[in-house]
């Protein structure tokens, strides 16, 4: 039986601190990248997520994504922390 790995999303966050070598850089750099087209499901479940959270449309992108895939969320904006409770969110250090 083939072993799932986990999935994760990245943001902005997580992104900005492996190329700027920042706390949490590390924890990114080994985690495999795919790219994720938008759809227009994906498009509508940000706004939604967008329109019940207070945070901006770019990171309901990635929370809506991530909750889409069943995946952690790998980010250290505190933005993030309304929608903890409906997703897995892998926390990186703060600068």
Not at 10 to 34: C, H, K, M, N
């Amino acid at each position: 039986m083939a072993k799932t790995l986990p999935v994760y999303v990245l943001d902005s966050f997580a992104l900005l601190a492996y190329f700027q070598a920042e706390p949490g850089g590390q924890t990114v750099r080994a985690l495999p990248i795919t790219l994720s087209p938008v759809t227009e499901d994906r498009i509508f479940a940000a706004a939604r997520l967008k329109a019940e959270h207070s945070m901006s449309y770019a990171d309901a992108f990635a929370a809506a994504l991530a909750q889409e895939l069943g995946a952690a969320l790998v980010t250290g904006d505190p933005e993030f922390k309304s929608v903890e409770p409906t997703l897995r969110v892998m926390w990186l250090p703060n600068k």
